[in-house]
């Protein structure tokens, strides 16, 4: 196993300790796992990406919550067609030192079981694509990830870096049904028009965080100081977008870099005008893994 991740604290090859992660992940939507990497890993990993974010390809792009196309039949400030901004920078795989602590903690095998048996799957796999395995997130002074939900059942993400302002993830859980075809409308109304109060998954450099966001929206409000946010996350749906892909994407897909969109094994949900909440690639996503769970994909 890796040197990197604290099994003192985690350790990620016990059965009951991965039973009580799973078990607080099920109850809340939301799992944080404090001091997950070690904090010389952390600072490894910073020291090594700062001087490349430079080389970020950095994007931005309006949507809507459920990341699909408008419906022209519903009027501009319906829920479904209200557009809030994201903006993300990334650096890809190709540009991840071949030593770097990033690769032997994807690598890790007792590491992958770990998420297989908190997250409830059989199997995880590398992506095909060779820009996508890892990425790393810069969020520069004002960019944000808008309110949305995701397009898979969960997200796993370890910040390596905190922004000195801003940049806090906000989420209101289980809002709407993705798989009963419940869009919830009016209170996704009310949530943009900030009627509902909200919560905020606090983590710090090193923490693991597990998130179900299908049915949760969420956001991560804009960073407001000059030190970037940095941070990694393993999606998982699969992707086999191709290299030339990487600059020649649309908007919404070069924010996501290089990510190909994916339909998912649920097509229950769908928007005002009938076409599939699910039919839309996956939101920011930055480390590669895929579960083996996913019925198709398209480009």
């Known amino acids: 196993m890796t040197p990197h991740f604290d099994t003192k604290r985690h350790p990620i090859t016990d059965d009951g300790y991965v039973a009580r992660c799973r078990e607080r992940l099920a109850h809340d939507g939301a799992l944080v796992l404090r001091g997950f990497a070690r904090a010389?890993?952390?600072?490894?990993?910073?020291?090594?990406s700062a001087p490349r974010e430079t080389n970020?390809?950095?994007?931005?792009?309006?949507?809507?919550?459920?990341?699909?196309?408008?419906?022209?039949?519903?009027p501009?400030?319906?829920?479904?067609?209200?557009?809030?901004?994201?903006?993300k920078g990334l650096i890809a795989d190709d540009e991840i030192p071949t030593d770097s602590p990033l690769r032997e903690m994807y690598d890790d095998a007792s590491f992958r079981m770990f998420l297989c048996g908190v997250l409830g799957i059989d199997a995880i796999h590398p992506y095909a694509d060779d820009?996508?395995?890892i990425n790393v997130h810069f969020a520069a002074e004002g960019m944000e990830l808008g309110w949305h939900f995701d397009n898979s059942s969960f997200a796993v993400t370890m910040l390596l870096q905190a922004?000195?302002?801003?940049?806090?993830?906000?989420?209101?859980?289980?809002?709407?049904?993705?798989?009963?075809?419940?869009?919830?409308?009016?209170?996704?109304?009310?949530?943009?028009?900030?009627?509902e109060p909200v919560q905020t998954l606090d983590f710090e450099p090193g923490d693991l965080v597990l998130f179900r966001g299908r049915n949760a929206i969420h956001r991560v409000t804009p960073t407001t100081a000059t030190r970037p946010d940095c941070s990694w996350c393993l999606p998982t749906?699969?992707?086999?977008?191709?290299?030339?892909?990487r600059r020649l994407a649309p908007p919404f897909t070069a924010v996501r870099t290089d990510h190909a969109s994916t339909?998912?094994?649920?097509?229950?949900?769908?928007?005002?005008?009938?076409?599939p909440v699910?039919?839309?690639?996956?939101?920011?996503?930055?480390?590669?893994f895929i579960e083996d769970l996913v019925a198709s994909t398209r480009i």
């Open 237 to 245: 749906t699969i992707s086999q977008a191709s290299r030339s892909h």
């Open 163 to 195: 922004a000195e302002g801003g940049a806090h993830f906000e989420h209101v859980p289980a809002v709407r049904d993705a798989d009963a075809g419940d869009m919830a409308f009016d209170r996704v109304g009310t949530i943009l028009a900030g009627g």
């Open 131 to 133: 820009l996508s395995s």
């Open 40 to 48: 010389s890993t952390i600072e490894r990993i910073v020291t090594e």
């Open 56 to 74: 970020a390809f950095y994007a931005g792009t309006t949507h809507n919550v459920y990341l699909t196309p408008s419906d022209p039949a519903l």
């Open 76 to 87: 501009d400030d319906h829920p479904y067609n209200r557009q809030v901004e994201s903006s």
């Open 263 to 275: 339909q998912s094994t649920s097509a229950s949900a769908r928007g005002p005008g009938g076409q």
């Open 278 to 288: 699910d039919d839309v690639g996956r939101d920011f996503v930055t480390i590669g």
